[in-house]
Nanobody, 121 residues
Framework: QVHVVESGGGLVQPGGSLRLSCAAS????????MGWYRQTPGKQRDLVAT???????NSVESVKGRFTISRDNAKNTVYLQMNSLKPEDTAVYYC???????????????WGQGTQVTVSS
């Protein structure tokens, strides 16, 4: 059993900052690429940023220079530092983690429950 748990969402004014955290736990053998996605009502879930186990990052153009993804392998945790937030960043943010678990023995992508980020004045 693998659990992915997020925290850090909330309500901020435009230009403000939030730091999202996502911790994976359970019968983890290998924790590989982790990422952040976001979704607004009526829209599909879109990629925001990913980070490999080695620390290679990728992010969409709309968040470059404002959002930073990082990870702490010792804690099985990925972070998303969000600065200079804009109203269009408002969404439910989801964490995912590619995990090889003791139970399955093969890589499977697990999703967090989602955390609401609202940017409004």
């Amino acid at each position: 059993q693998v659990h992915v748990v997020e925290s850090g969402g909330g309500l901020v004014q435009p230009g403000g900052s939030l730091r999202l955290s996502c911790a994976a736990s359970g019968s983890i053998v290998n924790l590989n690429t982790m990422g952040w996605y976001r979704q607004t009502p009526g829209k599909q879930r879109d990629l925001v940023a990913t980070i490999t186990r080695e620390g290679t990052t990728n992010s969409v153009e709309s968040v470059k220079g404002r959002f930073t993804i990082s990870r702490d392998n010792a804690k099985n945790t990925v972070y998303l530092q969000m600065n200079s937030l804009k109203p269009e960043d408002t969404a439910v943010y989801y964490c995912n983690a590619a995990v090889v678990s003791r139970y399955l023995g093969i890589e499977y992508t697990y999703w967090g429950q989602g955390t609401q980020v609202t940017v409004s004045s």
